[in-house]
């Protein structure tokens, strides 16, 4: 039977009570191991949470939520009549994705046209690229920066059937480019963009002084969206409004500017200098009219920047240099502010003499170099650009006076201007009782061992253009909207007088005999009375002395010296084929000055040089 071969077990006695008393003791075991897991879950989970849990919302937000940059436009730069010199432009560039493309052969015979490129040369780039990984997935460019005609003639394409399949995978593209109407004229005003921290920044000029008003600020529009990325109806989007750039005017003349700039680039093919500026303001209110500096480079040619960025990027008008004989007529003119000599008095000059523990010479020429200059009137002192009388002026006047001054005029600070790069001048060198000594103020009372800019001196000579008034130059008229209306106005700066009309009078006729009698008569502009004064400076070496073969060759003055219209500066440094100012510099401020008068229609005030200049010719 079955049942038969079935064993019976027999288990031992108390066996049950042992399992009994083992059951409790499992339980304790696997609600432990239970407790200690809930531990570790909660524990992990609170670690999550604390470590990366900012991380993990961000993560979701930026599948729920889809934000889109609204780009702000970037200001334009107008100039001091209201018209446009630098503006954004939106460009269109063609592209084209090979793969997409049915006929290279037939879209590059469309597209010739429409790119201005032969359709041999567009055919490999519509054609598929491989390599040994397999077929190139990449965008290929076939035009940058379509022009009117070539972007109708591919909306023309486009709109057309039998054309438009033809051309399959070629796109269109916008972009916005930054253009300069003055092109590279200016540009170390204007200045020009390129790329920083992942965007378009200003890197000289006003683009870069006032890159966060002129770039405004980016708006945003945040919306939430599904599983698929469509937006969720009823849920509202969040929106950043954007902030359009502020157009800025400045008080920058394009017919000036062009003037200063072809005259620069003349007097640069003559002389070769290692640099070189020419400024041009208005008396009457310190406008910077024109700013012209050599080197410079289009704003497009980045290749010139690499090269040599810090010479091209450098504004000659704002760096410092030691002005030599231009300085000649402030020492005048704080000497008779301060009463120490007079228009009356006279002078003699031996040619040299010991001043402290310097000998002072005159540069002088011909018979003069045996004896000087002999006796002259103030006049002639400074059409004659005196060294020893003016050192010797200096030392009556003394340190503090001059520096007063000078101080007043402007030299010793910056003009502000929103410019980049511009240095400060520069009186004091050396302990006190080297500044102090009549050696040093000697130097200072025509030109060396001071250090002032371009645009500061160009300034000062226009307080004496303007009568005795001084007013810091300015660059920038208003801060305009979109639209046209003004947002901020620039007042002209206050004037400050600091010496009387008299002097500033005396001072201006002692300018004219420099160009009509002295050192300046190649700055002489036929029919029209002209002053200024010519500098010649020996360049500082670095150690200290003077370079032997270096020089800074300068003229700066106005026109017409009855009436002024125009405080022009034309400083060379370094220049290799002469070096004196009344050769290298004064030929191009009667080149700016015949221009300006001629472009301005301002009338002749001194016809009779017109006379004598037909009978010279």
Partial sequence: MRSSRIRSVRRAPGAEAADERCLPRRLRFVQAGLVLTLLALVGWTAYLQIAYGEQYRQHVRDFRFVTRTVPAKRGAILDRHGAVIARTRTLHSLYANPLQVPDPVAAAELLSPVTGRPAAELIPLLTPRRSSRGVVFQDVL?????????????????????????????????????????????????????????????????????????????????????????????????????????????????????IAERALEAGVARTRPAGATVIVLDPHTADVLAMASYPNTHPTKRVELRTDAADVLANRALAVYEPGSTLKILTVAAALAYGVITPESRF????????????????????????????????????????????????????????????????????????PGEGRGRFSFGPVERRESITKVSRMAFGHAISVTPIALTAAFGTIAQGGEHRRPRLVLSHRARDGSVIWQAPVAPAQRVMSPEIAQLLTEHLAAVVTEGTGKAAAIPGYTAAGKTGTAQKPGPHGGYLADAYVASFIGFVPARNPRAVIAVVFDEPTRGHYGSEVAAPVFRDVGRNLMFAWHVEPDDPSSLRKHARQR
């Fill in 142 to 258: 076939l035009a940058r920066d379509l022009s009117a005609d070539g972007l109708a003639q591919f909306s023309r394409l486009r709109g057309r059937r039998e054309t438009r399949d033809a051309i399959a995978g070629v796109n269109r593209r916008e972009h916005p480019k930054r253009v300069s109407e003055l092109g590279r004229d200016g540009v170390h005003v204007v200045g020009f963009l390129g790329r920083g921290d992942g965007r378009e920044r200003g890197v000289l000029g006003i683009e870069q002084r006032l890159d966060s008003l002129l770039a405004g600020k980016d708006g945003s529009t945040t919306t939430e969206v599904d599983e698929n990325g469509k937006p969720i109806p009823g849920k509202a989007a969040r929106v950043e409004p954007v902030q359009h750039g502020t157009d800025v005017q400045i008080t920058i003349d394009p017919t000036a500017q062009r």
């Fill in 348 to 419: 003699t000059c031996r040619g040299s003499e010991r001043i402290g523990s310097a000998n002072v010479s005159c540069v002088l020429r011909g018979r003069a170099r045996a004896h000087g200059h002999g006796t002259l009137t103030l006049r002639e002192v400074m059409s004659l650009s005196c060294n020893v009388i003016t050192a010797r002026i200096g030392v009556q006047l003394g340190m503090d006076r001059l520096e007063s001054f000078l101080r007043a005029m402007g030299l010793e600070e910056r003009t502000g201007l929103p410019l």
